[in-house]
């Protein structure tokens, strides 16, 4: 049969087809928004420890904190995903193993990231 | 003449078991033991945003579980872990430019070896604040 894609198209997802270092790149992308966003966490919980249910919702409610939070979430999970796969491809070698936790490595911090964000979006819009 | 055959044995392809450790590698190695630590640790973030979006009680059930000797131990060694892992991380960026004040030999050991005193003292800080404002 014909190939019917470009050169192009067909390297494309495969290894060097430009697109070799933006793993790379967005790891880092990702630490450095992580400093800033890790470090307003570590702040509000500090701020939460021990805090009555109503505070903690109160707080949460607030508009800068949900988005502050949801940006936690999106860099953080985006970052360890990233990192992650590094992990993987290097100490697992056997194909089916492999893409099975690569799978699991992309279900897992989606499955958190929305089941994060919906519960910060039911505090502050649910009532 | 020059002589092509070697005259002593080659190095054999190196283990990891091979290497004297020394700190700049060992922190490489623990930057990535502290990601995979934090990589499930966000679990813990996650599960007490959930709690708050739920029932009064199953927050309060919780927070009793973070509160508790144990749950402090693995929240403290979350918090020193985070630390650990940041301050790698902003070492590799810092890393990443090529600058000689971070790949020099003699100052990136002294960066590495002062790693888990700085993170394990920004942990502690950040829990004494804790103490003191839930105290007020
Ligand atoms: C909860 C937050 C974080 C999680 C879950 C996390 C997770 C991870 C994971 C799983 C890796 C892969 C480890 C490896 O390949 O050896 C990694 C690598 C990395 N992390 Fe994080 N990380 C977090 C926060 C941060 C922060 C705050 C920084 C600050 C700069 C950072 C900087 C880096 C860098 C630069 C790498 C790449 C290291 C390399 O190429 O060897 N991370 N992280």
């Not at chain 2, 054999?12 to 930057?31: E, F, G």
């Amino acid at each position: 049969m014909t190939d019917m894609r470009t050169p192009l198209g067909r390297v494309r997802g495969l290894g060097s087809a430009r697109e070799g270092t933006m793993h790379f790149w967005r790891q880092r992308l990702t630490a450095i928004a992580n400093v800033p966003l890790v470090l307003f966490m570590v702040g509000l919980m500090v701020a939460l420890v021990g805090a009555p249910y109503e505070d903690v919702r109160a707080t949460l409610a607030n508009p800068f904190v949900t988005l502050v939070v949801i940006l936690f979430f999106v860099s953080v999970l985006y970052h360890m995903k990233l990192g992650m796969q590094i992990v993987i491809e290097d100490y697992v070698h056997g194909e089916g193993a492999k893409v099975a936790l690569i799978a699991l490595n992309t279900f897992f911090p989606l499955v958190i990231g929305v089941a994060s964000i919906f519960a910060l979006l039911n505090i502050a819009f649910g009532g | 003449m020059s002589k092509t055959t070697a005259t002593r044995a080659r190095p054999l392809s190196p283990h990891l078991q091979i290497y004297k450790p020394i700190p700049t590698m060992m922190m490489s190695i623990i930057h990535r033991i502290t990601g995979v630590a934090l990589y499930f640790g966000t679990l813990l973030v996650a599960i007490w945003l959930m709690a708050a979006a739920g029932t009064a009680e199953g927050f309060a059930r919780v927070q009793g579980i973070y509160g508790s000797w144990l749950g402090l131990f693995v929240l403290f060694g979350y918090s020193w872990v985070l630390f650990h892992h940041m301050l790698g991380g902003i070492r590799h960026l810092v890393m990443d430019t090529g600058s000689e004040a971070a790949l020099g030999k003699d100052e990136s050991r002294r960066a590495a070896v002062a790693m888990p005193v700085v993170s394990f003292a920004l942990a502690i800080l950040v829990w004494v604040v804790a103490i003191m404002a839930r105290g007020a």
